[in-house]
């Protein structure tokens, strides 16, 4: 491991101006195969991201794998936050990056840094993840809004993914390294965090109280 | 075990015209102490409760301890939803039935079923439950509305109330219980199911696009 | 607990002549809530439990829940394992002892010793259990083909059950109470075994392996 | 649960006069169906039954079911162990207790007070638990030598023997109770705990070196 | 279970002045046997009970089993914290009960409820509990302040111990229930809380904060 | 890491053409030692890993290490699914890849991506893993139809094999990465993955009630 | 893997003259949303990091964000061991690498080796990390005296670290590589042990024992 | 990740002509402190470690760590196993390879492979592990034979060893590895395995049964 040369060592670092936004089969059916992450937290996950790309102006496409049949539709809320997102809606390819419209829509964002979230992890997170690697974008994959069967399969995918060059993320993760400065909007990221962290919300209210006027 | 005797297998059963639901210290600052379920199940749980309270109208008791200290306000949700609940602040009796004004507001909804959830288990919920059964009350404890500090206070809290005659029950069962059927109101348990159960939501999203015209 | 008396001592052991098995609300749609066993090891428990009830020539009862809706209907495989047994889709009772042809086709039986698992268990196991235990049924738990959304409801609902007089079970204790000994028909036990306990068919492979002619 | 009365508090405690010891189908065919303990504990805790039994020079009763078949032979270090106790092939009954000659082997030890360990914990342990409950016999489970599926097995195997009257020991505290006082013989016990507790070997390795002469 | 007779509903509430301690083989030898609970968090428990039978002036048992071999002598906290308390070191016994010279010390205390730790669970705290219970004590067991081999061990001892008619308890539910109500000493129960539940001193640590004049 | 050299980028695809399967000493009695995995899961697993195999017409080579002993016979399913597959039975090299025949069937596929599963891990599948790599063969481990010990023994298996540039996968990425596209054949995939993903059976069966005519 | 270049299996190792401390945002607010870690440990592995600190003399940074609002004031205990720390409580940057102070007060200190601790460990750890790496800083991370609120958020944080060069150690290993030898102080490092590690304690208390005269 | 270089894929393999094996201060005290791997499986492993070294009379360098204080003596079975073994006892260097008389030993046994176990494991293993690495020795880390504190020790003291280019393995596939063909020594081979894995003595158990003349 050439962990002494300098170049592996540059902090690739997420640019909410550089970077776009990837939610790939976030469908009603498929959240059912979802066993590696309990239902409360993983929704909650998942919504974050969206909130993220929407908070951050983040341009985002989401796609799916024929909804019509047993995979379902997309989470509805998706669409709802993300009105101007692209969608694409695939006929059959399992790796949203052999449908051309799709890779059309990413580099129509014209981001180098891509987000990548998706059900299930190893194949409509993992898929994409190498192939856009090997176009030389920056690959960062939320691992916690990313779900798939059991544990073995995440390890797997993670390490596959890790291998050929993927950052290993989390929501929250992303959210602060686009904010870089609670300054540039305190209120706006505090919200998101209230939103999406009850521990963090419960502080935010007993610190409320203690400023308030009695 | 006298699980011969008749009177034993009575089925003690919900009945939402002899229910009234007791929330115990749901604040702020204690619920930082919840380790035995994650945070996002646990907040879940304890508004599911606050809607089912509501839902099927049970008068309900509010009390806290402490609010002005590092035990925090109640969480404001159980308010806003509740508006109309009973709400005593206790200015220090750690077991709320040492309240005079809870007992009093308790026995004012004239009902003999008392549903009890709090943090921490074994003592705001465990405390309050062991002095209600010795007054005759049937006690059913909101297992995982309550929470406290790891697996092992858990067990021991579940125990001494289960061997003093408690039932334990979930709010899933508790909706269930006391709703009876379905055609009681389909719109509204499925619409409470759906807010408080991720994977049940995914299955009406399924369902109803399946029925959606094309 | 008066362990010391002898009637709590005595021995309520299944027997084929008495005991009839209830199957609740095993729907498509529902399982994909279970989350306290893995799906390949529950589905398969769910499976042994009907081959025990066609081997042994129990009656049977299976009942569900608006299998039109969200719900979905019946895993196929039971009707399919089970042609004969009773099918009573409840249009809404979510205790389905409530709802009276249930509740007539188990007494139609004319067994005593009722076997339950269903989904989910702190609902469509417990309340009928509950209800049967009242009206002196005795009541086995078939524990590990019950399902329902994670292990602090599970243990809750066992602890109701158990305290109110019921039997936990799971399926293979079920199928060894009621053969009583092998040589009323050792293929067909082993045949059932082999079926449903993986390690059970590696023995048997070895085993037949060993004793084959070279 | 009427803990008030006496006559539940009375402290059955075990005596190496009124104590008979049944190790029931530790076979090694069995044994691989065992994943509730893995198998250096288990193994190790079978054994120290086994030396407890010899220690003290407890009438002990092995049985098998089906030595010849893929169920496979007892373990051979029981045989060794126990060379007096009786054995008992059992022809087909999965109840040890609905074979005549067991039941006989057990009453010819004239003891009232039976330790029971098996594979697997919710059969071959829980029903001669049971049977023998019924007539009136004191049971022991040493559940840390019993062995089944999973946990989900065990769990609801306890639960059954318990609320029957079984108690529930493991293997130390069943020394334990019956050796009474260290002074009876310090160098027996502390062999029998160095032999199966690797940490009490630790403590008395390192407690030897510091008396040792330098 | 005769949940329905009054007596058993009976709220067996602690007392700080009908209750004593008592501290069974908390040695430095027997410690490293304790893997039920995490090394950290079971010496904090164990001190906190100190604490509280310091804090409530409760008359308080400490023994121990061969402190001048392999156990290892008592944790030096405990006679530096309680200097007070009888100290019993037992020649051989293995139940403290056994050892004249303890039941007398505990008798002493003219307390009818006495609480028990120790390690490990199935032995040093169940043998005293049950035979305590036998003379009619009302027995609470600190479950988190007494620890075993593993969780099967603490399980079963849980299981007999609570079957004969011992109250499961942790020392955080043992401090509020004999502490009744925080005015009593709002400044004393929140130290001892303050140092022994790190997540109760970040709350105090952020209260102050918001208290203190900038 | 040099993750920046575009190389170690290239997304190193399978692709049904190029891909051959190795099932490495599936034998009933090493079964026995797996238990890293549940073994209805792992069972399903490798049943799963055969039937993509078969789908995809992939050159199969099976091979077992001393049938005749305590080993076992190989999984008979395995040769009923693919009774075209080489079938290697080795002599006594613990790596298959040290066995001739082992190895020129291998090369008799003329393909460079081998797909390998096996019992245990840290053997019978790394050690042909790294002699394979070692030849510049892409290797692809199907980490969840590979089962051993337990998870210690498990990652470093896992570590081993991907620091050595072994790709880690699971049967149903496998399938997925190999299918490419839905349109390839809805029937024949929607079969393969109702057969062994009961979730997805679920929504199948869900689906199609909702698509029947009523 | 290039692991055959000798520069990667350079051992680069702690040294106490080249390494600096660097302690983050652990807050009193913050520390409620560690949920990796149990709180009796973390707590006690960040004040074993603070005590190495001092004992080696090593130059110390400490900082915070927003200490005034919901995140909470600093452990007190952190400034209480090291009063001589720089501390930097930053007006918003959230890498606190991004504060000029930081940087100034971290490159003061005229080390190359970094040991860095915080919560939480995706953020206020993994960013200043990954900074420090860019500018060529040698990373170590201790990982037990950094929280988060999750084992999925703590697996991806610690994989983009160690990808990105950075050594992940506790702070066991930290003390120990330290000291290099225990001449350099028997006393100092046991007490440091003997603070922070209870089973190391009881060694001691066990050794000491023996050697006392009697 | 230079996977594409076919230096990194070479398969270093062990080879029983160039491999010394090193146990590293496995100290009665020391062990106490073991946590993430259960007492039973853990010392059976290290008892393994011994055994391969003996059977394949690898050269052995055994080392301890102050045993006159409380870390305690050596494991007195690894000199009873292994009496040819060089034995190094350290005045105070933690890194055993800062130990002079330790490194002479290593590089008396001529050999370029060493196998580490040892206790704590970031520690006792890791530092010698990286001062090997760094004089280009292989290095192979018995991961099951070396324990530490916990699950977060363990993971980062691998991942530490691993980046560094150690081989992390277990002492199965040590002895798999260095025998290579079962041909060498069928009952050698079988004999170890029977005596430390259960699963593999049951196996042979019951296939000798089958094979015995009845």
């Given at each position: 491991?050439?962990?002494?040369?300098?170049?592996?060592?540059?902090?690739?670092?997420?640019?909410?101006?550089q970077?776009?936004?990837?939610?790939?089969?976030?469908?009603?059916?498929?959240?059912?195969?979802?066993?590696?992450?309990?239902?409360?937290?993983?929704?909650?996950?998942?919504?974050?991201?969206?909130?993220?790309?929407?908070?951050?102006?983040?341009?985002?496409?989401?796609?799916?794998?024929?909804?019509?049949?047993?995979?379902?539709?997309?989470?509805?809320?998706?669409?709802?936050?993300?009105?101007?997102?692209?969608?694409?809606?695939?006929?059959?390819?399992?790796?949203?990056?052999?449908?051309?419209?799709?890779?059309?829509?990413?580099?129509?964002?014209e981001r180098k840094q891509l987000?990548?979230?998706?059900?299930?992890?190893?194949?409509?997170?993992?898929?994409?993840?190498?192939?856009?690697?090997?176009?030389d974008f920056e690959?960062?994959?939320?691992?916690?809004?990313?779900?798939?069967?059991?544990?073995?399969?995440?390890?797997?995918?993670?390490?596959?993914?890790?291998?050929?060059?993927?950052?290993?993320?989390?929501?929250?993760?992303?959210?602060?390294?686009?904010?870089?400065?609670?300054?540039?909007?305190?209120?706006?990221?505090?919200?998101?965090?209230?939103?999406?962290?009850?521990?963090?919300?419960?502080?935010?209210?007993?610190?409320?109280?203690?400023?308030?006027?009695?």
């Amino acid at each position: 491991m050439s962990n002494s040369s300098s170049s592996s060592r540059a902090y690739r670092r997420l640019d909410k101006d550089q970077a776009a936004v990837l939610l790939v089969d976030h469908q009603a059916g498929l959240l059912s195969l979802v066993r590696d992450i309990q239902p409360d937290p993983f929704t909650n996950n998942v919504l974050a991201v969206a909130d993220i790309a929407k908070y951050f102006k983040l341009p985002t496409v989401l796609t799916t794998s024929f909804e019509d049949g047993p995979n379902g539709p997309l989470m509805p809320e998706l669409k709802k936050t993300l009105p101007d997102a692209a969608f694409i809606p695939r006929p059959g390819q399992i790796n949203a990056w052999d449908n051309e419209d799709f890779v059309k829509a990413v580099k129509a964002t014209e981001r180098k840094q891509l987000i990548i979230a998706g059900v299930v992890t190893e194949v409509c997170v993992a898929f994409p993840a190498l192939s856009a690697l090997a176009e030389d974008f920056e690959v960062f994959v939320v691992t916690d809004a990313s779900g798939t069967f059991n544990e073995v399969t995440r390890d797997a995918a993670w390490n596959r993914m890790s291998e050929a060059g993927a950052q290993l993320m989390t929501w929250f993760g992303l959210a602060c390294e686009l904010h870089r400065d609670w300054r540039n909007d305190v209120e706006g990221l505090g919200t998101l965090f209230a939103n999406h962290i009850p521990d963090y919300r419960n502080l935010m209210t007993s610190y409320s109280a203690t400023k308030a006027p009695k």
